[in-house]
Structure formats: C-alpha cells, structure tokens
C-alpha cells in the first residue's frame, strides 16, 4: 500500500539570489470580496489619496458573455456590462502595480525582478490599503505567480538542455515544433497548497534581440 510522501516547508530556508532574475512578471494575488459599498467616486478619492506613488490610474470595468442556444438557430452570443469593478494603478516607471477590485487585490512587480523580501513588503502594505476601503471577511484564495522568460538561440540549440523533460518530437515522424503548451499541477502532501507549472513558447515570432523565448509560468495557490 502506499502511502504520500513527506513533505517539509521550512519557511525560514534561504535561496541563491539572482542579480539577473528571468521573471518578467512576480505576482501575489489575493481573492477576498468586498463587503463596503464599492462605489467608484468614493473609492477612487481615497485611494487616489493614498497612492501618491502610484500616479497612473485606470478604471477596471467587468463584462459577462452570455450564449443562448435555440434549437434550429444559430447560438446568439451576448456581451453583458457588469458595470464598474475597480481600480488599477501603476508607478511612474511602470515596474510596480496594484488592482483593487470588488473580486480582491493584485500586486505586480515587472522586470527587473528585485527579490522576494521587496515583493511582498510592498504588496502587504497595499493589501492593508485593500482592506481599509474594502473591508473583506475573509480571504477565499492565495495565489503566487511568476512568469519566466528564458531566451534561447533561434538555431542550434537542444531543448533538453533547457527544460527537464523537454518535449519530444513524435515517433517516426521528424516533424520540428512550432509552438508547445505543457501544464502540469501538483499538489503538496500536508499542505493546503497547489502548484501549476506551464511551459510554453512564444508564438514564433523573434525578440527584438533575434531569439525565441519559451516562457515558464508557476503559480502557487490555497
């Protein structure tokens, strides 16, 4: 009979820091509904107050697509305005930024990526922002996101020697991939965790610098 693995968090274990991180893009995400009235002028005026630092505001608007099917007709698709959601702001040099939304709260930090210590600071102090003009019950979902942008030579390069395991051409038939999407999820024994890791490539097109770039998405949620 077997029985799940052990496994340990120690929180307090540290990792090699990266002067030249390839995350593109690290996310804390955080799912809690507003219980305040979350009406637009008055949430702006504050947060706009509170966010000197963040100068570049944009209003987030929800829309819900609806499909009715008739026997004998063809489906009518439907764009339903679900009417004003929330609030995105951004830093000055656009590496920073953070959404408030009748769904939860969102911080973003672009590349180049600093280190975790700063991610999180600054996310906490926006989310106590979050939860001032919100004011939440409870937290429904924790997510942890970072986007990976591995550049790689457009020729004469060998996939496995950037990716455990790499994708495969198919048997008997020496066909050279175009484009890949690989998504696995694991779950962590002991744990209210799940983890999600995607593999894929951009869609064919050259960087600026002439190379390919896969891209590896990881997320980590409750």
């Known amino acids: 009979m077997s029985t799940s693995p052990i496994v340990t968090i120690n929180p307090d274990d540290t990792f090699e820091h990266l002067p030249k991180a390839p995350i593109v893009e690290a996310m804390i995400d955080l799912r809690a509904r507003a219980e305040a009235d979350w009406k637009e002028e008055l949430i702006t005026d504050v947060l706009q107050s509170k966010l000197p630092d963040y100068p570049q505001r944009h209003s987030l608007s929800g829309f819900q697509q609806q499909f009715t099917l008739t026997p004998g007709t063809l489906p009518n698709a439907e764009t339903i305005d679900t009417g004003w959601e929330g609030l995105r702001f951004q830093t000055g040099d656009k590496l920073h930024v953070a959404q408030f939304s009748r769904g939860g709260f969102s911080f973003s930090r672009l590349q180049p990526y600093d280190r975790w210590e700063q991610l999180v600071e600054e996310a906490m102090r ?19 996101r970072y986007i990976n942008s591995i550049k790689v030579p457009s020729s004469g390069f060998l996939l496995e020697d950037y990716m455990d395991p790499a994708p495969q051409d198919p048997k008997g038939l020496p066909l ?14 002991g744990y209210p965790y799940a983890v999600r890791l995607i593999r894929t490539n951009s869609t064919g097109a050259k960087s600026e610098s002439g190379l390919w770039r896969p891209y590896c998405w990881t997320s980590r949620s409750l």
């Not at 050279?176 to 024994?189: A, E, L, M, N, T």
């Open 126 to 144: 926006l989310w106590n922002m979050f939860v001032e003009v919100a004011k939440p019950t409870e937290i429904q979902c924790v997510g942890l």
């Open 176 to 189: 050279p991939f175009q484009h890949f999407f690989h998504q696995d999820s694991f779950g962590v024994p």
